[in-house]
């Protein structure tokens, strides 16, 4: 059966992520011998990476599953899915803010955590150009504070989740998330640690919480005019179902620390994506199209998003991810642009 978060439901009419894309997905459960009685702790569980991540983790042969969310409604859901791993511990779950040092600090003192998945974020863009110091606080600070503990702790690997939109960034969140990536690569340039530090770039997940498709689905079903930022803008897009697939391969111990990056396949346009929505829907009325072009919008979204800066190099593509070498790095540029980018923030 196709996972659920796969599938688009609008008006009580469903659209797979495999017809919408064209694409094939293979949905096999792979065994990962690396995950064998791993205890993983992971923020953000209640959210769209975050238990995507934990449907595929229950299946192999682990030992426990650690979830803290700030949502409470996130972690009633999870509680509801996985009542069975949640009687027999397999999967405990907290509620609490990451930026609450004591509960982070109880939770690595109470569990022989190994890995520890990163998803925890604050991630719209207009929402966060207005709240700047939140950002700060949660995208950099208490995911700094996370790898600190992750690293005084004897943790295996931290996984910081970042997106395509750290790549020369233009808005708050993607400044917020680029910093803390350049933070995580100053660690691992300097050999601090043993501990394998894994930044994990990718673009837009399909129907993800908050995402387009979102959107879309409430104006639809309120027989709203849709909106569109720019008929131009496209985007790149993978299924859940994908996202953590790749995030589990990624952390097979034989991936050193370093920047990966899950293939994304090729941009499409958010306008031809809804037109094929529309073409699959029988909605018996034709909905109104509104498009923003005005440059407020278009000041803090790309028409096309990055995935890399022209000065990353690739190596080691396989079908899943891809690994960005940190040779063109250094101490200095990374000291630099970090002041640059904090002068940003601040503005």
């Not at 910081?160 to 808005?171: G, H």
Request: glycine letters at 4%; zero cysteines.
């Amino acid at each position: 059966m196709m996972p659920t978060e796969d599938t688009l439901k609008i008006n009580n009419q469903y659209i797979t992520f495999e017809e919408l894309f064209n694409k094939e997905v293979d949905y096999s459960n792979t065994e990962f011998s690396f995950l064998k009685d791993k205890t993983l702790l992971i923020t953000g569980g209640g959210g769209s990476i975050g238990t995507a991540l934990i449907k595929q983790l229950i299946s192999q042969n682990i030992h426990k599953i650690i979830v803290l969310d700030h949502s409470e409604y996130g972690i009633f859901k999870l509680g509801l899915e996985f009542k069975n791993e949640v009687k027999s511990k397999k999967l405990q779950l907290f509620l609490g803010d990451i930026r609450n040092f004591a509960l982070v600090e109880r939770i690595f003192s109470l569990f022989p955590i190994q890995i520890v998945y990163h998803t925890a974020a604050y991630k719209h863009i207009d929402i966060l150009e207005t709240n700047v110091d939140e950002s700060v606080s949660v995208n950099i600070e208490a995911s700094l504070n996370l790898a600190k503990i992750s690293r005084t702790k004897n943790i295996e690997q931290f996984i910081f989740i970042s997106t395509d939109k750290a790549v020369n960034p233009i808005n708050k969140m993607g400044i917020s998330k680029r910093i803390t990536e350049l933070h995580l690569i100053k660690k691992i340039l300097l050999k601090e640690t043993d501990l394998n530090i894994k930044i994990i770039r990718f673009g837009n997940v399909f129907n993800s919480s908050g995402s387009v498709f979102t959107i879309f689905k409430y104006q639809i079903e309120n027989k709203l005019p849709i909106t569109l930022t720019n008929k131009e803008m496209k985007r790149y897009f993978i299924s859940r179902f994908q996202a953590a697939s790749g995030l589990i391969q990624i952390a097979d111990p034989t991936n050193k620390s370093g920047i990966y990056l899950l293939n994304m396949g090729i941009p499409l346009k958010i306008e031809s994506l809804l037109q094929r929505i529309l073409n699959k829907l029988n909605l018996g009325y034709t909905p109104e199209i509104l498009y923003d072009n005005s440059k407020k919008i278009t000041k803090y979204e790309k028409i096309e998003e990055e995935l890399y800066f022209s000065f990353e190099e690739i190596e080691n593509e396989n079908s899943n991810y891809k690994n960005i070498q940190l040779t063109k790095y250094n101490l200095q540029k990374i000291e630099l642009e970090i002041k640059n980018l904090n002068h940003i923030l601040k503005k």
